[in-house]
């Protein structure tokens, strides 16, 4: 199932994010029963005005001015792209996979759209992106954003031009140790923020305990 939107820089079916990455707003937006859902994890009034929908962000393999907009067409239709307009006008966050990883449903959905005759994609992923009518504070989205999300599959992102670090490629880096040895358990607190892990207390005590017996630091690839 592939979605997504219209909008932004004089283009009837996307949004540009920069010269090489475009996206698209799905057409379906969730029921009213998963929008109250969504209203009481994030402790709204039932009359709150949310949407909620998947969107593609589109990474090309040359710039967005040098294709076609029967190209565009296609692709927004394979998507089943919505003819909305500028998603920057509402207060609004998204949520993508990871940063630095490439999700087992983009690997599927760019071999699909390749199978489509659809040459200039290099690369899609699927994001949720969720607005609001009223104006609400970055702060509070990110509050939100976080509640909705899995820390450990997915980032909240409250700016479009966040959007090319999906696509950036990450070198390996060298594996760095986790001093619990100098200062404790305030170590691992500190990588679990750090490293974006989402262990809870209970989980970080149980790993301090069972390093601090082997009276070894662990290290950021282990955890």
Same mark, same amino acid.
Request: proline share 2%.
């Given at each position: 199932?592939?979605?997504? %939107?219209?909008?932004?820089?004089?283009?009837? *079916?996307?949004?540009?994010? *920069? %010269?090489?990455?475009?996206?698209?707003?799905?057409?379906?937006? $969730?029921? =009213?029963?998963?929008?109250?859902?969504?209203? !009481?994890?994030?402790? #709204?009034?039932? *009359? /709150?005005? &949310?949407?909620?929908?998947?969107?593609?962000?589109?990474?090309?393999?040359?710039?967005? /001015?040098?294709?076609? =907009? !029967?190209?565009? @067409?296609? #692709?927004?239709?394979?998507?089943?792209? *919505?003819?909305? %307009?500028?998603?920057?006008?509402?207060?609004?966050?998204?949520?993508?996979?990871?940063?630095?990883?490439?999700?087992?449903?983009?690997?599927?959905?760019? !071999?699909?759209?390749?199978?489509?005759?659809?040459?200039? &994609? =290099?690369?899609? =992923?699927?994001?949720?992106?969720?607005?609001?009518?009223?104006?609400?504070?970055?702060?509070?989205?990110?509050?939100?954003?976080?509640?909705? $999300?899995?820390?450990?599959?997915?980032? &909240?992102?409250?700016?479009?031009?966040?959007?090319?670090?999906?696509?950036?490629?990450?070198?390996?880096?060298? &594996? %760095?140790?986790?001093?619990?040895? $100098?200062?404790?358990?305030?170590?691992?607190?500190?990588?679990?923020?750090?490293?974006?892990?989402?262990?809870?207390?209970?989980?970080?005590?149980?790993?301090?305990?069972?390093?601090?017996?082997?009276? @070894?630091?662990?290290?950021?690839?282990? #955890?």
């Amino acid at each position: 199932m592939l979605l997504l %939107q219209c909008q932004a820089t004089l283009m009837n *079916s996307r949004i540009e994010v *920069s %010269q090489n990455i475009v996206a698209i707003l799905g057409s379906e937006t $969730s029921s =009213e029963f998963r929008l109250n859902r969504i209203r !009481e994890s994030l402790s #709204l009034d039932k *009359s /709150s005005d &949310v949407c909620a929908r998947e969107i593609y962000f589109l990474k090309l393999r040359k710039d967005s /001015s040098y294709v076609f =907009e !029967e190209d565009y @067409k296609q #692709l927004s239709d394979l998507l089943a792209g *919505s003819d909305t %307009q500028d998603i920057k006008d509402k207060s609004f966050f998204l949520l993508t996979p990871r940063i630095g990883t490439i999700s087992p449903w983009s690997s599927k959905a760019t !071999e699909i759209i390749g199978n489509c005759g659809i040459e200039f &994609v =290099e690369r899609v =992923e699927r994001g949720l992106y969720y607005s609001f009518t009223n104006k609400i504070q970055a702060t509070e989205l990110l509050r939100m954003g976080n509640i909705l $999300s899995d820390r450990m599959t997915q980032n &909240v992102i409250l700016s479009l031009e966040e959007i090319p670090q999906l696509f950036s490629n990450h070198e390996p880096g060298l &594996v %760095q140790s986790i001093d619990i040895t $100098s200062t404790k358990i305030n170590a691992l607190q500190k990588a679990n923020t750090e490293l974006g892990l989402a262990l809870n207390q209970e989980e970080i005590a149980y790993l301090y305990e069972s390093y601090a017996k082997t009276n @070894k630091d662990p290290t950021d690839a282990e #955890l």
